[in-house]
């Protein structure tokens, strides 16, 4: 059976997309390998309606809603290779077996890249944090740490203030301007030269980062801004124009979310400089509109 539109990635973005093409009566092909990027977080906030829900309730409630919809097939697996034929796309299963489908979205997310310091991974999602918007006020005003891993730690430690008292540390290798010294004066917030080498506190909680030199300095919160590659090889696979962006690259698309690949179409993470999940959802529902219209008007525009 050819699908009208396989969707690979089942999270916000490839959940948003399927639920537009359903709501179309088109015959959708939705595969998830079931490893969302927030999975390390107890609770996902900001995304309206499921503010403070764990992620695995939100994918079952996606799961769930979007099983009503009769001409929409959900999948646990993982798309491993894809590749154009006339009309369409085949998309490669790891156990084997090959689908085909007239449009493609491509929903995989991100994976982020951490840095290597004692204690820091076994926190991600929980006291390491990425995004202030996110996990920011259930730190309730307590004492946070940025990292100074790449230039954009300079706007997270101005950002991450209004959310309690702040100490950028650099590393020692973060080259700040006389302006941004002054700027983050203004902020009152602190900066630290000497190497954090690890991080310290009971399980998942953190009381306080060791600098190089033995001090101690009591943090609740670090924020780190990590690198981020697109999961998988697809869009590669498929040619698809990619671009820079300040965490790593992601697929470009145009206004519909359809890559420089006719009909082939990205959303979410994947296809966006930096996003969140309502973000991603949006995209979504664009790359499920964009996919609907194009098998309709064949639209030939790209990214
Ligand atoms: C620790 C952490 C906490 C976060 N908390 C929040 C928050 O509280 N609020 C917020 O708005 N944002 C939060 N975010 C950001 C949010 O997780 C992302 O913006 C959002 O998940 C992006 O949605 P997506 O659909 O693009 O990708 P994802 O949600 O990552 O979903 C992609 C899905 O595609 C699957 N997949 C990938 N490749 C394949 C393949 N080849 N075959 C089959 N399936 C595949 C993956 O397994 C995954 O299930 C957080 C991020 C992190 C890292």
Redesign the pocket.
Known sequence: MTFDVII?????????AAMQLGRARRRVLL???????????N?????LGMDGVP?DEI?ATFRNQLSAYESVVQIT????GTSAFEGGFRVA??DGEVLAARRVVL????R?RLPDIQGLKER???TV???P???GYELDEAPIGVLGESPMAFHQAMLVRDWGPTTLFTQGRLDLTQDQRVALSDRDVSIEETPVTALLGKGDALDAVRLSDDRQCNIAGLFVA?KTEV??D?AKNLGCRFEDGPTGQFIATNEQQQTSVPGTFA??????PM???????A??VKAGAGAHFSLIFNAKGTA
């Open positions: 690979v990635g089942g999270g916000f973005a490839g959940h948003a595969i998830d390998a079931s490893r969302p990027r927030n999975r390390f977080a609770a996902s906030h900001g995304f992620p994918l697996g993982e798309a491993i299963m790891g929903a995989g997310g991100v982020d991600w999602g929980k944090l990425h995004c918007y996110c996990h990590s999961v998988g697809l959303a979410g993470d994947a296809a966006a996003s969140n999940a309502t973000l991603a959802a995209a979504g």
